[in-house]
């Protein structure tokens, strides 16, 4: 797609989606709130996107950071540029368990301007960034599309990739058609007790998979370039969370069944107990639990497969630390 034809499809999405700025329903918690006076609901953000950090990521999937394995998103493989990442403040979710809860809970972050915003994306692109990866975009956006609008006037390129926890509106990804290039959706859970307890959120399973599948329809091939980054596509992440086996393999079985047979699937080891989580989470996921998730996957079939094989301790660079100026240990 031209730049000229993605500047078009982000004004088309503005003029759908700007409404609903003043009865903020853009995504399943319809808080009403009036986010062009700054008020708050459950995201705890106003007009203006709050941004922790804006940096090059070695450690997501290898078809976005360019790491060396093609089954581990661990090591950053040394002359590649990394994912040009974006953290934003605030959430509609929070998890009790989240490892991004400085941001999630805690808003630790700055106001942006549409200008600023836009400059961070160039400037990512000017690194060598692979692509611009926003990470908790759904409560923002509208000052997303509004920091695009400038960016591609500008002269941005790099794949858009869209890296939420799942938890989105129907009719606000489909405003995003051919904005996005790349879903990086999580899917977390099915049990409503399970999402309740963990995300205040009874009905997760039924918004992210109805958003999956949405996705799956506006990208339904994760396609490689010949150096083996996505240019386009849907990666499904799941993080596996100790005690909750049963929820991951319903999980595969039902991405399996229900999504495009060419989409990617993360099935993710790194969980660390953290902030509130609860007794039942106070441990990390152990080896067997992993590797019968893992071989489930595989038996699956699944075309583009990431597998953790860890494990991974507090000192981990999968562990961020957002009052760092580095928040990630990058090994050597």
Known sequence: MSAAEKLKRVERALSVLEA???????????????????????????????VSHALLHFGEEPVLSGTADARCADFPARGRAGSGTVFFAGCNLKCVFCQN???????????????????????????????????????????????????HARGLEVPLVWNSNGYENIDSLQALDGVVDVYLPDLKYHSRRVASRYSGAADYFDRASRALKEMSVQ?????????????????IRHLMLPGHGDETLFLLRWIKKNLSPFVGLSLMSQYHPVFKAPAELRRTVGPDEYQRAADFALSLGFERLFLQPGPFGPEDHLLPDFKRRAPFRWRE
Do not use: F
């Not at 700055?110 to 759904?138: F, H, R, W, Y």
């Not at 990208?219 to 990666?235: C, K, M, S, T, W």
């Open 20 to 50: 609903r700025e003043a009865s903020c329903t853009l995504c399943p918690r319809n808080c009403r709130v009036d986010r062009g006076r700054d008020e708050l609901g459950v995201c705890r953000t106003g007009r203006q996107a709050l």
């Open 101 to 151: 809860y400085q941001l999630s809970w805690l808003n630790e972050g700055e106001p942006v301007s549409d200008e600023t915003l836009a400059k961070m994306m160039l400037d990512l692109q000017a690194e060598g960034a692979l692509n611009i990866n926003l990470v908790s975009p759904t409560h923002v956006v509208l000052p997303v599309l509004r920091g695009l609008q400038v960016a």
């Open 219 to 235: 990208q339904p091939v994760l396609d490689l370039d010949r150096n083996g980054i996505a240019r386009r596509g849907l990666i």
